[in-house]
T-cell receptor
Framework: NAGVTQTPKFRVLKTGQSMTLLCAQD?????MYWYRQDPGMGLRLIHY???????AKGEVPDGYNVSRLKKQNFLLGLESAAPSQTSVYFC????????????????FGPGTRLTVL | QKEVEQDPGPLSVPEGAIVSLNCTYS??????FMWYRQYSRKGPELLMY????GNKEDGRFTAQVDKSSKYISLFIRDSQPSDSATYLC???????????FGKGTTLSVSS
């Protein structure tokens, strides 16, 4: 049982390049999330999904796109990377949200460190 | 006003000290709060979960909620160097679709 995995762990991009971050979970969770974490800013929600085929915007969605074609995978895309997108990206999943501990606990992946030059 | 606010610290204490970490919130509709712990260069992990009233104890950790002042506290007794981490409080958003994370308080416990 691997939990939440993220690919890649590190990446360096040049401004204007594109890339996709992959998140996979093997816990049969309905909800998946993408966050970015910057010094002094805490965890900020980029996009989330409440089930296969659904996506929704979070607090800081601009410059990112997401897709949830399979229940176990949640992809985060950067179409034209900018230096402001240099950050640590975390993916998380939960059974659901808005209920109780057993269902709402978010399990996080190890993170992807992205640098945009 | 942000929905969830935490003093970022850093907070430095000697081993064995009692630590108090605090969080204020603005939305009185929050039904419960989670505390996550994040070690350096790792993803956050759930530490404790408490409903929006009363206290909850789990080993050396106690979570307290004061609804009247919209104030949440996490107490750590007999702090250990292994408690050195960033602590984030997180209530659910109003729609119940995601958690709202505070910026976190960084704690350093020296031996």
């Amino acid at each position: 049982n691997a939990g939440v995995t993220q690919t890649p762990k590190f990446r360096v991009l040049k401004t204007g390049q594109s890339m996709t971050l992959l998140c996979a979970q093997d816990m049969n969770h309905e909800y998946m999330y993408w966050y970015r974490q910057d010094p002094g800013m805490g965890l900020r929600l980029i996009h989330y999904s409440v089930g296969e085929g659904t996506t929704a915007k979070g607090e800081v969605p601009d410059g990112y796109n997401v897709s949830r074609l399979k229940k176990q995978n949640f992809l985060l895309g950067l179409e034209s990377a900018a230096p402001s997108q240099t950050s640590v990206y975390f993916c998380a999943s939960s059974y659901r949200a808005g209920g109780a501990k057993n269902t709402d606990t978010q399990y996080f992946g190890p993170g992807t460190r992205l640098t945009v030059l | 006003q942000k929905e969830v606010e935490q003093d970022p610290g850093p907070l430095s204490v000697p081993e064995g000290a009692i630590v108090s970490l605090n969080c204020t919130y603005s939305n009185s509709a929050f039904q419960y709060f989670m505390w996550y712990r994040q070690y350096s260069r790792k993803g956050p992990e759930l530490l404790m979960y408490t409903y929006s009233s009363g206290n909850k104890e789990d080993g050396r950790f106690t979570a307290q909620v004061d609804k009247s002042s919209k104030y949440i506290s996490l107490f750590i007794r007999d702090s250990q160097p292994s408690d050195s981490a960033t602590y984030l409080c997180a209530p659910p958003n109003q729609a119940g679709t995601a958690l709202i994370f505070g910026k976190g308080t960084t704690l350093s416990v020296s031996s």
